[in-house]
């Protein structure tokens, strides 16, 4: 069964600190994809980024940052210099992969809560 | 903004009730995933729909319903509301190719008092 784990239930930083939220899953299949989303207070789901199983390549978009490590089963999401607008709840999210790597059902974590203060 | 569409933004409605949620995918995508984010549960996957025809089924209640309609939009309806059914209904779309991903739209919140 798919699960996804996000241990951190909140996590509180002043700015231009440095955070890293954790996401740990668990799928049996080989192909898969893992995903952030952002919920900011307004409440819309606001996609970061997608990663397929056979990438394993770490990736960087700006201040933000991504650590995947099958080994581990973690997919773990770096801000670099926080600011208050990074202030939301951050959601990781595992997909079963379907025939020709189509996406199927999103399963998502608890989300963490990061506040930003000034 | 992610291309989709949800109406109405806010519903508040009494228990017993019956309501339709409605949304509009992104053009060109011809899935559409209801999800249900509460307190309790978190964000759960109720029901997919692929070009008209039910893909997939999550957690959603018999008091539940959805469909896809010809030109893709889809409407989620909820009967016999209970005070536990009150959530946030997101809807979202993803086209059917490889290495892709679901967008989001801005979400139902639903309150049954």
Not at chain 2, 83 to 90: C, I, P, R, T
Request: charged residues 20%; aromatic residues 12%; proline residues 3%.
């Amino acid at each position: 069964a798919q699960k996804v784990t996000q241990a951190q239930t909140e996590i509180s930083v002043v700015e231009k600190e440095d955070v890293t939220l954790d996401c740990v899953y668990e799928t049996r299949d080989t192909t898969y994809y893992l995903f952030w989303y952002k919920q900011p207070p307004s409440g819309e789901l606001v996609f970061l980024i997608r990663r397929n199983s056979f990438d394993e390549q770490n990736e960087i978009s700006g201040r933000y940052s991504w650590n995947f490590q099958k080994s581990t089963s973690s997919f773990n999401f770096t801000i670099t210099a926080s600011q208050v607008v990074d202030s939301a709840v951050y959601f990781c999210a595992l997909s079963e992969a379907r025939r020709g790597s189509t996406l199927g059902r999103l399963y998502f974590g608890r989300g963490t809560q990061l506040t930003v203060w000034p | 903004d992610s291309g989709v569409t949800q109406t109405p933004k806010h519903l508040i409605t009494a228990t017993g009730q019956r309501v339709t949620l409605r949304c509009s995918p992104r053009s060109g995508d011809l899935s559409v995933y209801w999800y249900q984010q509460s307190l309790d549960q978190g964000l759960q996957f109720l029901i997919q729909y692929y070009n008209g025809e039910e893909r997939a089924k999550g957690n959603i209640l018999e008091r539940f319903s959805a469909q896809q309609f010809p030109d893709l939009h889809s409407e989620l309806n909820l009967s016999s509301l209970e005070l536990g059914d009150s959530a946030l209904y997101f809807c979202a779309s993803s086209v059917e190719v490889r290495d892709t991903e679901a967008f989001f739209g801005q979400g139902t919140r639903l309150t049954v008092v």
